[in-house]
């Protein structure tokens, strides 16, 4: 007799492959993905959820998704079963039974999001949809001095477009910290929760800001505003990434072993 059991699994996938995550009729979404693939392997149908949405053309990381199912196969080998029968441009990187009540969104305390610029002069001929290429320059110092006036506890409507109805427009963003490169430019931004679009729409106006469009000072007065007309616009979402999610108790901690043992020399 076969038991059923709740496992939870961390995903990537890239975003230009598909339309968004979640399952969508006439659209191939991650989530219809990942469900497909488990009918393949097993014959049962399931609902997958995922830790939160992501539109077309984003991408993830380490998206966490949980899912109950009833199957022989334990953790290790349902992981080995499943990547056999996805869908190219999608991953899952690790899967652990967990407890009973453990749900993706609801028990996440928040999540790290990157956005990645490409500032070479000319349009970079690899990865074109994996980020967002800007060829005027920016200025690093403003867009950080721009960037400390959003970090804490705001009202972000005026950084976040009209979409699915939330009781609060409220949300805390803990630290936005910047990778620079020879030409890659990225910020990281960790929050309690992020708004429809609000991500993009931090990178938009930090882009005006790093062109001299806008003033690292006018930021908190566009916060104050709650107006979205006030702030920049709303960057595509190729250089978008769900970097992880965050939860109370530990998941995916133990080190990763292969058939071979640990796959590579580092484990992140």
């Given at each position: 007799?076969?038991?059923?059991?709740?496992?939870?699994?961390?995903?990537?996938?890239?975003?230009?492959?598909?339309?968004?995550?979640?399952?969508?009729?006439?659209?191939?979404s991650?989530?219809?993905?990942?469900?497909?693939a488990?009918?393949c392997?097993?014959?049962d149908?399931?609902?997958?959820?995922?830790?939160?949405?992501?539109?077309t053309?984003?991408?993830?990381?380490?998206?966490?998704?949980?899912v109950?199912?009833?199957?022989?196969l334990?953790?290790?080998?349902?992981?080995?079963?499943?990547?056999?029968?996805?869908?190219?441009?999608?991953?899952?990187?690790?899967?652990?039974?967990?407890r009973d009540?453990?749900?993706?969104?609801?028990?996440?305390?928040?999540k790290?999001?990157?956005?990645?610029?490409?500032?070479?002069?000319?349009?970079?001929?690899?990865?074109?949809?994996?980020?967002?290429?800007?060829?005027?320059?920016?200025?690093?110092?403003?867009?950080?001095?721009?960037?400390?006036?959003?970090?804490?506890?705001?009202d972000f409507?005026?950084l976040?477009?009209?979409?699915?109805?939330r009781?609060?427009?409220?949300r805390?963003?803990?630290?936005?910290?910047?990778?620079?490169?020879?030409?890659?430019?990225?910020?990281v931004?960790?929050g309690?929760g992020?708004?429809?679009?609000?991500?993009?729409?931090?990178?938009?106006?930090?882009?005006?800001?790093?062109?001299?469009?806008v003033?690292?000072?006018?930021?908190?007065?566009?916060?104050?505003?709650r107006?979205?007309?006030?702030a920049?616009?709303?960057?595509?979402?190729?250089?978008?990434?769900?970097?992880?999610?965050?939860?109370?108790?530990?998941?995916?901690?133990?080190?990763?072993?292969?058939?071979?043992g640990?796959?590579?020399?580092?484990?992140?």
């Amino acid at each position: 007799m076969r038991a059923m059991r709740n496992v939870r699994l961390q995903i990537a996938y890239d975003g230009s492959r598909f339309h968004g995550w979640q399952r969508q009729e006439g659209f191939y979404s991650v989530q219809e993905a990942l469900e497909d693939a488990y009918r393949c392997v097993t014959g049962d149908s399931v609902v997958v959820h995922g830790a939160g949405r992501t539109d077309t053309g984003v991408h993830a990381l380490r998206q966490v998704a949980h899912v109950h199912v009833e199957t022989r196969l334990e953790d290790d080998r349902l992981r080995h079963a499943l990547n056999a029968h996805l869908a190219e441009g999608v991953v899952v990187r690790r899967l652990e039974t967990c407890r009973d009540d453990f749900h993706a969104r609801f028990d996440a305390r928040g999540k790290r999001y990157m956005y990645v610029i490409a500032t070479a002069r000319f349009r970079p001929p690899f990865g074109e949809k994996l980020c967002h290429w800007c060829e005027q320059p920016l200025d690093l110092p403003r867009m950080r001095a721009a960037a400390s006036e959003l970090v804490g506890e705001h009202d972000f409507s005026a950084l976040a477009s009209s979409g699915s109805p939330r009781r609060s427009n409220v949300r805390r963003i803990q630290s936005i910290h910047f990778i620079a490169r020879r030409e890659r430019l990225a910020f990281v931004v960790e929050g309690n929760g992020f708004l429809y679009n609000m991500v993009r729409t931090i990178a938009g106006t930090l882009i005006q800001v790093g062109r001299g469009k806008v003033a690292p000072s006018e930021v908190r007065e566009i916060l104050e505003s709650r107006e979205r007309k006030n702030a920049g616009p709303t960057a595509p979402p190729e250089g978008l990434y769900l970097v992880s999610v965050l939860y109370d108790e530990p998941v995916f901690a133990r080190r990763d072993r292969g058939p071979r043992g640990a796959p590579g020399v580092f484990q992140y």
